[in-house]
């Protein structure tokens, strides 16, 4: 079967992402964890927006951020994700569509409203995320469209929904289904936290059922439970077709078998606030990687896109982001093989 | 009386931002007229929201804008305006009062949501804008709490509210209230259509009971018929104890009775949205005027103000400007007499 109607298509936490800027003592303070994503209930949402500065709302969910960038770069992407019927759902849903996604997951009527992230960045530009879940603990197997899973060339997969066992089942279940489609898995790690409390059903899934893996530094570390950065890679070098690690400033590697690129961070950039950057990442690279290009020219592909998103607030892109990828793509060569299916 | 709780108190319509990059094209197909602020029902607003590209929600509303800035500048701010009982109200009602200005206007609980205004902005940075009134049209004057306006320096007045029948007549009240309590009048015209459509009662207004008026070009021409921007300002020269002119990339003209100044606008700004920009030359205008400084200096803080507001995506400030203001001041002069009533 090779009638691939989406590059990609997502799963994902949809999420409107409030953003403002926090000092360190204000984290100290209310006791949140630096550089993590906490889930909190409606009740300390309500507190913590409360001494929350003056915010910026933006559409967020890291796997609606990826489909999102790829659309903005020309690919045809879906997305599966859970908002409720209220005006945040209707700027999220309008927000992703308008980016040229394709997205119906039929919205929640009643009981929960949209989830939202408060987002504090730190002068450091580090952000600290604190996530009401609201409607999209509601997602489940229901909500996946198999039509668009089978007709994907890659589907991508938020390892955030390991906290919701319904959410949890429909990601198994996509995956299952495209594996029996020839439809390529690829999983982000999310959050070290997740990982930690998910170890033994991520190191599952990713010996298994998973073809490209995306992780920051941090989360391939407490997957594999690793105290160096060459002791993680080597260990999840036999398991993906491909992984990608990324590691901030330091850029990022790219394995394959016996490939191995270390692809250095895009000089110079000017960093506002980290929000979205793994996620630009993953959709740089995916993009590319659907346009047949090399592995090395991939992970520069996720590079520069994760400079254009730290260079400013939010998580979804704000230039002109096929410029950027024809920028790269002038410089590339062609992976080995047919891997195109279309 | 000289017990001033506020430095400046201020009605306006309470909006909520949805701003989108355009291309002109965009504004041409849907007949959107360019740089102005056109008011549209639910219905309109809807229709151009799903033909907008991916937003930034931010809070905005004209005379919000002034008194989150004057605020955030380290002033005494109070504001009056009209959300409902919504979630994009509880975006509206936890942003201006993150920044210290007092807000307790009762929400609307029933019938309409809180106003957004859809802004379209195309490369040149210019702003064109689609304005929803929901809840701000239920303003009328019995939110007007009188004891805000009796206790404040300044009361600032949003022309805009001209469109809305009861709205006008907060306006009239507040304006009364405040030359009857020692406190001074000061209004901002808003928008050159709508003054067009209320030229006779902004005269009136203008020449018996405002202090301080804010304008740009486009507004004070139209207020007068006038041909030319001298013509206009020999004009209004008369009426006002002074009147603040912005002229954009041409600086602004402050003018108090034999009084005129020509302020040249900040070098070297980087462009890349409009929108706020009066409204922010307003703040630092009357945080300066508040601080007793001279006529030039009030005029050089919101040259300065603006500068910042241009130079991102939103109204409200992001950066340092304290700092701002702090360098402004360094090389300021005092006004003649006793301004200060406190």
Tied chains: 1, 2.
Aim: charged fraction near 25%; glycine fraction near 10%; proline fraction near 3%.
């Amino acid at each position: 079967m090779s009638d691939r109607r989406f590059d990609v298509t997502a799963i994902g936490n949809a999420i409107v992402d409030v953003i403002a800027s926090a000092d360190e003592a204000l984290l100290l303070e209310h006791r949140l964890r630096k550089g993590a994503m906490s889930l909190v209930d409606a009740a300390e949402a309500e507190r913590l927006y409360r001494i929350m500065g003056p915010g910026r709302e933006t559409s967020g969910g890291s796997a609606a951020n990826t489909v999102a960038w790829i659309a903005a770069l020309g690919g045809r992407a879906a997305y599966i994700g859970k908002v409720a019927d209220d005006q945040l759902g209707d700027v999220f849903t309008h927000d992703i569509r308008a980016t040229g996604v394709t997205y119906d997951t039929p919205p929640l009527n009643e009981g929960l409203s949209t989830a939202r992230c408060l987002i504090f960045v730190t002068p450091d530009a580090h952000r600290t995320m604190q996530t009401f879940l609201g409607a999209t603990t509601r997602l489940g197997p229901e909500d996946v469209n198999m039509d668009y899973i089978a007709r994907s060339r890659i589907v991508y997969l938020e390892g955030y929904l390991w906290d919701q066992p319904r959410a949890k089942k429909a990601m198994r279940d996509a995956a299952l289904r495209a594996q029996a489609s020839g439809v390529k898995v690829s999983l982000t790690l999310s959050d070290a936290f997740c990982v930690d409390r998910f170890r033994d059903e991520f190191l599952e899934l990713v010996e298994h059922h998973v073809d490209l893996l995306f992780a920051n530094e941090a989360e391939i570390l407490s997957l594999y439970q690793a105290q160096t950065f060459d002791e993680a890679l080597q260990r999840v070098r036999p398991h993906c077709e491909v992984a990608a690690l990324t590691r901030s400033a330091l850029g990022s590697v790219v394995l394959s078998g016996d490939e191995v690129h270390v692809i250095d961070a895009e000089p110079g950039v000017r960093v506002v606030d980290t929000t979205g950057a793994g996620d630009a990442y993953a959709a740089g690279f995916l993009y590319a990687y659907i346009q047949g290009c090399d592995l090395a020219t991939c992970g520069r592909m996720g590079g520069v896109m994760a400079a254009e998103v730290i260079g400013h607030y939010g998580a979804r892109p704000e230039s002109d982001v096929r410029a950027l990828a024809a920028g790269v793509l002038s410089g590339r060569t062609t992976r080995g093989g047919p891997t195109r299916t279309t």
